[in-house]
């Protein structure tokens, strides 16, 4: 009788490969792209001084203008001193313009329909964006087809008709013939028609089942989710009303009516054109917005940031 015994087998040897750390700006396989010309030292600071530059190319016709308007008209139109003035600065400019003017009027003016035209802009164009977004109609994509359209139309083409049209509802010299033609904005319907795209259709279905309608989803659900993309709308919408010339230059008549723009206008001297003055109406007209833009201005980051807009 034999017997076998079983040889001791021998564990296979384990083959250890060292595990790499992945490489800075990838991860599971997808690479990031530096938003710079490149990741190198050279190129960044090659950016930064392209970036620099046109920021002050930017920025040299802002800072002209506030430094003529500071000068005397003497110093404003002398090549030699455009920096510093040879005598000093001054608020010449400022009193002069405030005393031949009634700039309080015309700033009230254009407060009043910038604000007018913004609110009716605003809500106009939210509801349009949501039935676009969330309604099914006849001819609904016909109808977003010549939205898009209107957008490429030029505003002052449609100068002639808009005042034959107020001329045939009696508006003309009336706040309501400067706010109404301002309020047709198809590019805010589109934006807002976009926005809506974005946001999740689940919370609208939860509001149906609770037994909300069409208008109490659009002002309870979205419009609450949506400040931050109102609010960089209603500042768009403000700062095109409050610079718009060419329409309240047209439709009105009466001093009493004259927005800003217009109203800086009429402020001309026998002497031909006076600098000083021009630049000081115009940084006077342009201080509004920029408390606007300041104040409001978390606002359109946000907004951006949130959105298809900003690329996301």
């Known amino acids: 009788m034999t017997t076998t015994t079983d040889a001791p087998v021998r564990p296979a040897r384990q083959r250890i490969v060292p595990v790499r750390p992945p490489r800075p700006g990838r991860a599971e396989g997808r690479t990031t792209t530096n938003l710079t010309l490149g990741a190198g030292r050279t190129t960044r600071v090659l950016a930064l001084v392209v970036l620099v530059v046109a920021a002050l190319i930017w920025l ?22 455009w920096i510093w003035p040879e005598h000093g600065f001054t608020l010449q400019a400022f009193s002069t313009v405030w005393e031949r003017g009634d700039l309080p009027l015309w700033m009230l003016n254009s ?4 604000a007018a035209v913004t609110a009716i802009t605003v809500l106009v164009s939210a509801m349009a964006g949501y039935a676009f977004s969330r309604t099914l109609f006849a001819g609904r994509k016909w109808l977003f087809t010549l939205t898009i359209a209107a957008v490429l139309v030029p505003p002052q083409i449609l100068i002639v008709p808009w005042f034959e049209q107020m001329l045939s509802l009696h ?8 706010i109404l033609p301002q309020t047709v904005a198809p590019v805010m319907v589109f934006i807002l028609k976009k926005h809506f795209d974005s946001l999740p259709v689940e919370l609208e279905e939860a509001a149906r089942i609770d037994g909300a309608g069409h208008w109490r989803i659009f002002w309870s659900v979205l419009l609450p989710l949506s400040r931050p993309m109102l609010a960089a709308v209603a500042i768009f919408v403000f700062i095109g009303a409050w610079n718009n010339f060419l329409w309240p230059f047209v439709s009105t008549s009466d001093p009493s009516l004259m ?3 217009v109203g800086i206008t009429t402020v001309k001297d026998a002497y031909g054109i006076q600098y000083a003055q021009s630049m000081a109406s115009a940084v006077l007209a342009a201080l509004p917005l920029v408390a606007v833009f300041v104040f409001f201005q978390r606002h359109i980051v946000k907004s951006v940031a949130t959105t298809g807009l900003g690329g996301q």
């Not at 506030?66 to 005397?72: G, Q, Y």
């Not at 003309?172 to 400067?178: G, H, S």
């Open 60 to 81: 040299l016709p802002m800072a002209w203008a506030l430094l003529t308007a500071f000068k005397s008209e003497a110093d404003a139109s002398d090549p030699v001193h």
């Open 259 to 261: 927005t800003l723009p």
């Open 171 to 178: 508006l003309l010299d009336t706040y309501a013939a400067v």
């Open 111 to 114: 407060f009043l329909i910038s």
